[in-house]
């Protein structure tokens, strides 16, 4: 079993449509969680972190943490093609350079003009 | 890309040579690392480096080995290429010395593309 579960889709919405996208996870000693944005051909940047449980907000983009179920969650408002990426969570136990971060597969997720 | 670059960026080898792929920083971060992307896998740990001549393995190691002699050059070596090393690499770099969220996060590079026939 992967430490980090991630459904790979691809996820296909309309423009302006809400985009959630999750993963589960089985070691409960991850603290700090992430999600992040690639696109086609290139290497993945970091769109949001948060640590332990709760929301965090930033514009469009909302990251949850659920620590008691083991699940985390992005969610999208108004989405726009160029949201069209893939959506990697990772997780990480520390935080520090030297922590190991495991990453979830990805979600590929196109938004519908 | 936060001043990485990686070379080269697309290369087609054949089982049993050696092949060699440069990560090079300019922005003199401490920690470097390289990753392997495959369908289905995500990002896995290969080896990073936190510091000149400081390596340490990661996840899947085996079969590569790594060098970094200068803070901006971390390279990664197969030594002798397989099949199963067909992939997508990707080298991170972290680690500005300054503390906080800018000095944890990892920043990636554009990739290389390596096919082993």
């Known amino acids: 079993q992967k430490e980090v579960e991630q459904d790979p889709g691809p996820l296909s919405v309309p423009e302006g449509a809400i985009v959630s996208l999750n993963c589960t996870y089985s070691n409960s000693a991850f603290q700090y969680f992430m999600w992040y944005r690639q696109y086609s051909r290139k290497g993945p940047e970091l769109l949001m972190y948060t640590y332990s449980s709760g929301n965090k907000e930033d514009g469009r983009f909302t990251a949850q943490v659920d620590k008691s179920s083991k699940y985390i969650s992005l969610f999208i408002r108004d989405s726009q093609p160029s949201d069209s990426a893939t959506y990697l969570c990772a997780m990480s136990v520390g935080y520090s350079s030297a922590s190991k971060i495991i990453f979830g597969s990805g979600t590929r997720l196109s938004i519908r003009p | 890309d936060a001043g990485i670059t990686q070379s080269p960026r697309h290369k087609v080898t054949e089982t049993g040579t050696p092949v060699t792929l440069r990560c090079h920083q300019t922005e003199n971060h401490r920690y470097m690392y390289w990753y392997r992307q495959d369908p289905g896998h995500g990002l896995r740990l290969i080896h990073y480096?936190?510091?000149?001549?400081?390596?340490d393995k990661g996840e899947v190691s085996d079969g590569y080995s790594v060098s970094r002699s200068k803070t901006e050059d971390f390279l990664l070596t197969l030594e002798s290429a397989t099949s199963s090393q067909t992939s997508v690499y990707f080298c991170?770099?972290?680690?500005?010395?300054?503390?906080?969220?800018?000095?944890?996060?990892?920043?990636f590079g554009p990739g290389t593309r390596l096919t082993v026939t």
């Open positions: 480096s936190y510091g000149v001549k400081d390596t």
């Open positions: 991170a770099i972290s680690g500005s010395g300054t503390g906080g969220p800018s000095s944890y996060e990892q920043y």
